[in-house]
């Protein structure tokens, strides 16, 4: 802290923060600084201890040593109860909502207001009317939860803060979900709170964003800062470099290919959800050696029943699925996979590791019982750890080391060693779910790189992402999901990103072109105000 720095121009002030676990220093004497009324970014690699930064804050941990100071009162916290009574509010990546319930009753749950001794619904309905009115946080506060788009979800989530409280928002990946629309809105509703005399912290992996509704910005890397800057006098490289501690390629650069052979045919697929309901409505699409289709869409849109069921992980209800021209909709998924078709899914937890195993175990999940990592029935554990450091060595997963638990590796290295492992299994079509979810700059850069070098190997690739310039980038073809069915197909550059976003809201192709023909022929009058 410099001298005759006057704490009270901070909403939040980290002084000297160390936050150890065993065997690993996770915060090493860390400032933040955060002026009251500011929009400030906290950006970082995987592993960087931003999480653990704002777990601190939110009094999710207790920092080994250091000091925490809300407008100038130092706080000790001893819960998230102690951090929401000091005006903390924070907005999870994954929303803490109660699906039947109404948003007035999620709003309100734990702190309902009273008439006598029954809960006041009348109160809590007007209440939450009226936050939502000023912050221009449109929502119908009768609707159940289960029936809101995921933006609308969100906008409940913020509202429940500020009911409670809160004049510091902690916003964790909050644009991880939204159409090109909801986040403009978004972006909106953070400048009405900002207006208002509110302070946010903005966790982000998407440096344009940043720039885009920032005002300040603390750079994280291993565990330390490397930098704090005004948005005003910093660019996306310059922030990227501070990030990683080099040079990233932010532009994916794609070489022209001329797809081959059909490798993958979808005929009338149709899946249903859990609930029974229909989740894939008569999808139909091909993918060639060494292309890359892509799949956008808000989540929620039938994407993660069509992945786990050309994974095998989900039955089909009707339809073919045709693999070099083979039906395959019958397969299980280890047949599946011995037919050289690979899968890194979305949840990588439920689908993709055992967090209880060491690395070198996940490093070859699925291919345990052949050669070389088997014989006989028994594990070659030299061989499997021998080829698990190189792919760790090759994936930069951190630590570096393939005794390491899986489980005890941040989320982003995790998801390194899932990709190395599905990669590395020489597919001729491989499914990829959310590949750079919760990963930073540097990771999504070296994955990227590993997706068009499948397409350079003519492998066909499907690619589900809701990052939707991820899949503007690496894609060459591009389907949009709604509500089961395919609103639109084209290749990138085709459509504006406004478009686009119309498409993943429900508009159909055709009804674009219409409107834009219409527009064509409209006649123009000059003078126009």
Known sequence: MSKGTDLMNYAVYMKEIVKRFPKVLANDHVNLEI??????????ENGAGKSTLMNQLYGLYTPTSGDIFINGEKKVFNGPKDAINAGIGMVHQHFMLVDNLTVAENVVLGSEPKKGISFDLKKARREVQELSKRYGLKVDVDALIEDLPVGTQQRVEIIKTIYRGAEILILDEPTAVLTPQEIEELFEIMRKLRDDGKTIIFISHKLHEVMTICDNITVMRLGKVTGHVKVSETNEKELANMMVGREVILRVDKEEK???EKVVEIKNLWVKDNRQLDAVRGMNFEIRKGEVLGIAGVAGN?????????????KKESGEYLYKGKDISHYTVKELRESNITHIPEDRFKYAMVKEYPNYYNMILGRHYKMPFARRGFLNNDIIQEYSQDLIKKFDVRPAD???KT?????????KVVIAREVSANPD???????TRGLD???????????LELRRKNVAVLLISMELEEVLSLSDRVLVMYEGGVTGEFKPGELTIEEVGLLMAGKKLSELRTIAETEAHAPHHGGDK
């Not at 039938?302 to 989900?314: D, I, K, P, Y």
């Not at 079509?429 to 590949?435: D, E, G, K, N």
């Open 429 to 435: 079509f491989i499914v990829i779910a959310q590949p």
């Open 35 to 44: 002026k009251k009324g500011e929009i400030h970014a906290l950006i970082g």
């Open 258 to 260: 001329v797809p081959g």
């Open 402 to 404: 393939a005794s390491i």
């Open 441 to 451: 700059v540097g990771a999504i850069e070296y994955v990227h790189k590993e997706i």
């Open 407 to 415: 489980g005890n590796l941040s989320g982003g290295n995790q998801q």
């Open 302 to 314: 039938g994407q993660t029943e069509l992945v786990e069921a050309l994974t095998g992980l989900r």
